[in-house]
Structure formats: C-alpha cells, structure tokens
C-alpha cells in the first residue's frame, strides 16, 4: 500500500511520496525496487499540463526567499559551461535541452556564445510539457534563433525519439531530477551522445525529501489553520517520521536549509496568488520530489557510461569554467551544482 495523506490545506501540496529518490523509498515506507511506472506517472501530473507562469513563480519564490534568483544563476552557470564546450568543438554542434522549459536555458546558452559558434549551434528542445514548449518557440524567435527543433517528450523516450550518437551535447537545467529512478534517463541520454560529447547538468542537489523527519521537522517549524489535523496525518502516514535519518551520503545542511528558505518562499507566492484568483493547477508545484544530493549524480553518470574525470573537464576547471566537477555555484552550500560528464 502507497502512504498517502490529504495535502490539500497545507501552505504547499506534498504531492505524491512515489516521486522521492528511489533510495529513500523505505524510510518513507516503500518497498525499494518498486513503483518504477507508478512513480514517472506520479511526476506527470505535475508538469504534463504545465504552465510557462509556474517557471516565473519558481523565480519569484527564490527571489522573496532572500536567495536570489537561483533558476536563473542555474542557467547562466550552465551556459557558460556549455558554451566552452561548444567552443572548443569543430563544426556543427547538435545540442539538446532536456526538459528545456520555456526556453530560457536554451536562450542562455546561445547568448553566452561567440559570434562563430552561435552560427555552428543547433538546439533541440525536450520538454514534457506543451504549453512551455510553445512559450518556448516564441522566445527562441524573440531571441532570433531559427536553428532549432522542439521534441514534446517525457525523457524516458530519448532513445526512441533521436539516433544513436544524435548530439555533441546534452544538457538540462533543473530538468533530470523529476524522477525516483533517475537510471532510464541518464542511459538514454548516454545512448543520444556521440563518443566524445558531453552531458552537463545544472541542478538543485539536497538531502531534505530522503527522510520523513526531514519534511516533519520543517512543517512543525510553520503555521497554518490546519496545522494541527493534518501534522496528525502525516505522523499516521509516515510514522518513520519519529526516527533520526542517520547520517546519508552527501548530506549538507546548508543545501537543506536553502532549499527549505526557497519552499516557504513559494508559499507564499503561492497564497498571494491563491488569494488574488490567479494561481491555477497548472501552476502548481509539489514538495516530495527528486532532488538528491550530487554525489548521486555522480554515480548515476558514472554508471551510464559517462566519465567524470577527461582532458576536457580537467580543460574546464584549469581555465576556471569550473571549480571542480562537479563546479560548486553558491560559496557556502552544494545546493546548486554543475557535472560534466564525457562519453569515451
Ligand atoms: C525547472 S524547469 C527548467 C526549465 C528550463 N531548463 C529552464 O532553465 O528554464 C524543468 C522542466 O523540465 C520538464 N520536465 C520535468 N520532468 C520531465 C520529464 N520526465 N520529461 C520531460 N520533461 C520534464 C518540466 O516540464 C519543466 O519544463
């Protein structure tokens, strides 16, 4: 049986616990192994039908976190690491975003490129989500590239959606994490990536949905009207709530205490927005999700055949592209990090 409870009056919907990493099932009280299609359908509902706003609203509930706009510190991070690489590949160069959104981390790359290789940059933008995926064609024209192709996918259909070795270049911006299992993807995008080409993620990395007292711990610490009934609920859900975490891989604090800024944040974007009739599902955005510290992702790279440690990614951090790979965005957290990983 899949715990559930009515997340309904909460200052934010839990959503779904099938959408938390794979690894973090049992202390949420699943069977690991389990709910692979179950949870991709967990996720669909999220974004299937969603907004080109919610992308503003997730700015907005950075911005009023007192984080600063961290979407867009993502993008323009990722860009310039694309962009080098871009740079230092002959010819033409097929890119492809995956879960490109409206368009803005596709827009970022282009304009952290030089005049050559913006001429050499072909784009293709996947995205799960039709509504974006038209904001993004109008911004890529906003923006005067014409060069590009749109592919409306979930990215668990790379491999039957592009050719073998189709891309020099695969990137996503806060776009792989939207899965418990993050293994379909990231050997999908391995298959789409010549030898030799890249994979490169820009992504919010944190330990707080691994554990139930993780999310119960931050829920006690707000207030709400229902507080009291639904806290009940969740004890009665995940009652692994009561039990201390123990220490997890790639545990950092600072990440955890970012990442719950940014969630009181979007609640109250979401209030405002609830309270002035202009929020809709479609806008919405659940706390149960898959970020997962970076030392995850590296693994998964690893184990879809990309190499962490090349003259190409040594290239990046010598000529200070990079910090280190994975590159470490924000001084004092490893909640937003940029991987290279290299197809041999
Ligand atoms: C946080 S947004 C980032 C968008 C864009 N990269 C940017 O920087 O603005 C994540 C995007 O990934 C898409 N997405 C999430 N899971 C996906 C999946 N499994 N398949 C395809 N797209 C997905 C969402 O629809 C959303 O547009």
Redesign the pocket.
């Known amino acids: 049986m899949i715990p559930e409870m009515d997340d309904r009056h909460l200052p934010f919907r839990l959503g779904s616990v099938l959408r938390v990493p794979s690894y973090a099932y049992p202390a949420w009280g699943l069977a690991e192994g389990n709910y692979h299609r179950e949870s991709e359908q967990a996720?669909d509902v999220e974004?299937v039908e969603?907004s080109p706003r919610w992308?503003q609203y997730?700015s907005d509930a950075s911005v009023r976190a007192g984080l600063g706009d961290f979407?867009q510190r993502?993008?323009a991070e990722n860009a310039r690491v694309v962009a080098s690489l871009i740079q230092e590949t002959a010819g033409l160069v097929t890119i492809l975003?995956?879960?490109?959104?409206?368009g803005?981390?596709a827009r970022e790359i282009h304009r952290a490129l030089d005049g050559n290789a913006r001429d050499r940059a072909r784009y293709t933008l996947?995205?799960?989500?039709r509504h974006?995926l038209d904001a993004a064609e109008a911004l890529l024209q906003e923006e005067g590239i014409t060069d590009y192709a749109i592919e409306l996918?979930?990215?668990?259909q790379i491999a039957e959606r592009f050719e073998e070795g189709a891309f020099a270049v695969a990137t996503?911006?806060?776009?792989v994490h939207?899965?418990a299992y993050l293994e379909p993807?990231f050997s999908q995008v391995a298959y789409v990536v010549r030898p030799g080409g890249f994979f490169v993620t820009a992504d919010w990395h944190n330990s707080m949905w691994e554990h139930p007292r993780r999310v119960y711990q931050f829920l006690m610490g707000l207030e709400w009207d229902t507080k009291k009934q639904d806290m009940d609920a969740f004890r009665r859900a995940f009652p692994r709530y009561a039990r201390e975490p123990g220490q997890t891989l790639g545990h950092d604090e600072n990440a955890n205490e970012m990442i719950r800024r940014f969630w009181t944040g979007w609640a109250e974007v979401r209030r405002e927005a609830v309270a002035a009739h202009g929020f809709r599902k479609a806008d919405e955005m659940y706390l149960l999700e898959g970020h997962r510290p970076v030392e995850r992702y590296l693994q998964e790279m690893e184990q879809a055949g990309f190499q962490l440690d090349t003259i190409a990614t040594r290239r990046l951090v010598r000529d200070q592209v990079m910090n280190g790979n994975p590159h470490q965005v924000l001084p004092d957290s490893r909640l937003l990090m940029v991987t290279v990983g290299q197809k041999p």
């Open positions: 996720y974004f969603g992308m997730v979407p993502l993008r975003d995956v879960g490109a959104g409206a803005h981390s996947l995205d799960g989500a974006r996918a979930n990215d668990t996503s911006v806060a776009g939207a899965h993807t």
